[in-house]
């Protein structure tokens, strides 16, 4: 697997920083590595009884290997605590043991943020699934840390809300891995990422300290906000074990279109003048280029192409709107019109009804697995300043092809939040897997180096984990890493909280 | 002045605290508090010329002294870089002299947050004031942290754009304090607070360093989020000298209305109902108690009442429209009726024009100065869940009176937020400047309890600065503390950023 040595190798690096750490610690007594764990494994497992305790490899093993198969860690042992009190003590008894935590919900990581190595616990919030409080007067929600986004989603829509963050592994993904990797998704674009949607947190911090902060209150100014400081930290501060998060109305009906146009250019024009139009309504807006719906049409059956046309590009706009509003089919339809009129569309056609407005969606989600069927490609997940979206895109795909003998670019999503999913698929006529294995990194470094350049983030939404460790220590700024290191080692001080992964630790 | 002595106390007893450890300082040479500050003074003349440094007594005056004249402090010298290489150079020689720097920008500060004392450098940002982007595309502004909120209002306005937030402030109040203070306002309904306008800062850490973060990124997950950390964080982990702000659309119409009704409980329920039925349309929902208005009818000249009957509670609602929506009037009315049908709503006037727009909105901004000429009040900035805002108004009313001799409360507020400006004004019949100065810290004491015992918070939207230190260290839970000094302690090492201001500090 392409990133697994580089991976293991950092994690091991910043494991071993974490004891060094510990070792050196001047409050408390000195801990050793070498310290056995026999009485430690025998305290997990009266604490926390054999539904919450396990060492059995077969049950360990689905949870040791990330979301995209590409690192395969090690635990002491899996423990599952059902409230926060147990979880408090679980991390007091590892820090006693010198043992790191790793905590996870759905292990749905695209960066590996959630695989242990080692002298760990593989800390699963699992078995934390209550959703305490649903409250319509507040519009506020208080979640567990294991609860899973579609049982939230089911849950807000059962008293005529929603919550307002949808991703694909919706799923899988739990309500503390997605505070924990801020998570994005399709509704950005109007609702803003998970870090958005967070009233308060309930945690436990790496002393064992619970932090309860679920009143759920929209303003609170009392000093530095720490559920924003835990919201991305991929529970390298503590691990989050419940959520207040914000509810808004259910909306009464959706539109959906597919839109033809030429250029990415004309794709950003349209979006701001439909917000100019419809304002808020613009909840969905996903840019697609013709070579990856061509290869959706290619390998996932039953599809067919919206158009009759074949347009370079297409975006996917879904605009909402409430019970008192006028129907958005109509409204959406009519700035169409418009946008036709402008020049801007070349072509359009908007969903009949709800079938077809998922079929539409369909096309949009299968990209990546169309594109895994093709042979795979080297992947990344950018953010660039929405006005050099189309002059990025522009230079980019062509220097690769000529630095990388011929490699293509599939780019789709977020034009809104000006994140792109911008893959890169081996030249024809090579062997792919082998391809990829041999130049992943350099590709990586090649279009982190152009991000760079341009003022964007070589994780727009994933987060680092692991997985890009070593591509932010390469390209970021050293008062970003200062502060990031001077935060960890504030609030984690023998680095036991996920190790080895998002901070990248100092070099000497 | 009620509060003066005791926030003298607190901003010296942090002041000290903070040489302590410079001198204890282990990293560098030891800095003692003795060494003479000429040399300084000499450096930064040199360093900034006349434009940007002055001793001159008549010159700091204006800025000693906080926004609601309780607490007048000192300083060496006001400093005012052009730059942000100055103002780093500026906090390299502050440290270096062991000396404090008390960022301030319009100095609106409703709780003493940029007041320096003794051996502090006053360093004011009001020359940073350049919009140095504004982008339609982006729909992204960068500004200095010295720009003054009504001229980005108008700014933004010239590109069909707008900032969403907005306060009484507006024509003093900058950007780097509206950040530092994390800032409300009219608006946070709908758009949130300042922290939710915020795509990045760039800003001067404590030890010189200048963090740069201004792409303006919709989505970076890069890591803790520094711009979040930042916010709300009162310039006590460094100074913010520019940042990137979302625009949002400019709006074409909007609604404004004023409805009575009998109870807070009802003043909810109509909240929701126009939120499912009208959406994100809803901007302004301002709950005004009949007290309230009388008051501002009595002192106010020019100001009429806007219904005939007169309601026990009222409530000012503003929505607006997009240019491709419906006439927002017409919906607001459509909705009002049907909550009349329903009893929630008991009388309603709408704004026929934009004067009589202003005129409601006049009524809701002068509740302030009208309770200032009937003789003052004890003034608290709350946010309790809103589910309990009935309950805590009905209940916490009746038990100041009580307890306090028949003082009575005028609250009004940002219902939807949770936010309620919670004012008790003295018995009939004492001198009202007597009562004020004996019972201000007792009456603070007593809401306070209340607030902390349904999870609220003693600060929704002012902040904590030197004013709320002592309540804000009486009521704060543990770990919150903890957690609070420990990043202070690990950004701001040797306390010199604005010492004495919302952070609590450790009694030993």
Redesign the interface.
């Known amino acids: 697997m392409y990133a697994h040595r580089f991976a293991l190798e950092t994690a091991m690096a910043g494991y071993g920083f974490g004891f060094e750490r510990v070792m050196n610690c001047a409050i408390g007594e000195v801990m050793s590595i070498t310290k056995p764990i026999a009485p430690l494994l025998a305290e997990l497992e009266d604490l926390l009884g054999p539904v919450g305790f396990t060492t059995d490899p077969h049950d360990l093993a689905p949870w040791l290997t990330d979301w995209r198969e590409r690192i395969t860690g090690s635990a002491l042992a899996l423990v599952s605590p059902a409230t926060v009190e147990q979880v408090s003590a679980v991390v007091k008894l590892a820090a006693a043991y010198a043992v790191a935590i790793v905590p996870q919900g759905g292990n749905t990581s695209m960066v590996a943020g959630a695989v242990p190595h080692g002298r760990a616990l593989l800390l699963s919030l699992r078995r934390m699934r209550a959703i305490r409080r649903l409250?319509?007067?507040?519009?506020?929600t208080i979640c567990e840390a294991g609860v899973i986004l579609s049982d939230l989603h089911d849950a807000a829509a059962a008293i005529?809300r929603r919550f307002p963050l949808s991703l694909g592994a919706k799923g899988s993904a739990t309500i503390g891995g997605l505070i924990s990797?801020?998570a994005?998704g399709t509704q950005?674009l109007r609702f803003?990422?998970m870090?958005?949607q967070l009233l308060g947190i309930e945690a436990v911090?790496p002393?064992g300290?619970?932090?309860?902060?679920?009143?759920?209150?929209?303003?609170?100014?009392?000093?530095?906000?720490?559920a924003?400081?835990l919201?991305?930290?991929e529970g390298t501060?503590g691990v989050v074990t419940a959520a207040a998060l914000r509810l808004v109305?259910?909306?009464a009906a959706r539109s959906v279109a597919w839109v033809g146009l030429d250029s990415p250019e004309h794709a950003?024009s349209l979006l701001?003048m439909l917000?100019?139009?419809?304002?808020?309504?613009v909840e969905g807006f996903e840019l697609v280029p013709d070579s990856a719906l061509q290869l959706v049409l290619k390998h996932i059956p039953g599809q067919r192409a919206p158009l009759a046309s074949q347009p370079a590009w297409n975006v996917l706009i879904e605009t909402t709107?409430?019970?008192?509003?006028?129907d958005p089919n109509e409204?959406l339809e009519?700035?169409l019109a418009t946008a036709f009129e402008q020049g801007l569309v070349s072509d359009a056609t908007l969903a009949a009804n709800e079938a077809q407005a998922t079929a539409l969606w369909t096309l949009r989600e299968n990209i990546s697995e169309a594109e895994r069927q093709q042979g795979g490609s080297v992947k990344h997940d950018i953010?660039?300043?929405?006005?050099q979206i189309a002059t990025f895109m522009a230079e980019t795909g062509p220097a690769l092809a000529g630095h990388f003998g011929g490699a293509s670019v599939i780019s789709f999503g977020?034009l809104?939040?000006?994140?792109l999913h911008y893959n890169v698929l081996p030249p024809e006529g090579v062997v792919a897997k082998q391809w990829l294995d041999s130049h992943w990194d350099v590709v990586n470094r090649f279009v982190h180096d152009r991000v760079s350049a341009?003022?964007?983030?070589?994780?727009?939404?994933?987060?680092?984990g692991e997985m890009k460790l070593a591509e932010?220590a390469r390209t970021?700024?050293?008062?970003?890493l200062?502060?990031?290191r001077?935060?960890k080692?504030?609030?984690d001080p023998t680095g036991m909280m996920n190790p080895g992964k998002?901070?990248p630790l100092a070099l000497n």
């Open positions: 409250s319509p007067e507040d519009n506020v005529d990797t801020n994005g950005v803003g990422n870090r958005a911090l002393d300290q619970i932090f309860s902060g679920l009143a759920g209150l929209r303003k609170d100014n009392r000093g530095y906000d720490l924003q400081l919201a991305g930290a501060l109305p259910a909306f950003l701001r917000e100019q139009q419809l304002g808020d309504a709107a409430p019970a008192g509003a006028p409204r009519a700035a953010s660039v300043p929405i006005s977020h809104g939040d000006g994140n341009c003022g964007g983030s070589l994780s727009a939404e994933h987060g680092i932010f970021a700024d050293p008062a970003r200062a502060a990031l001077a935060i080692a504030a609030l998002l901070v």
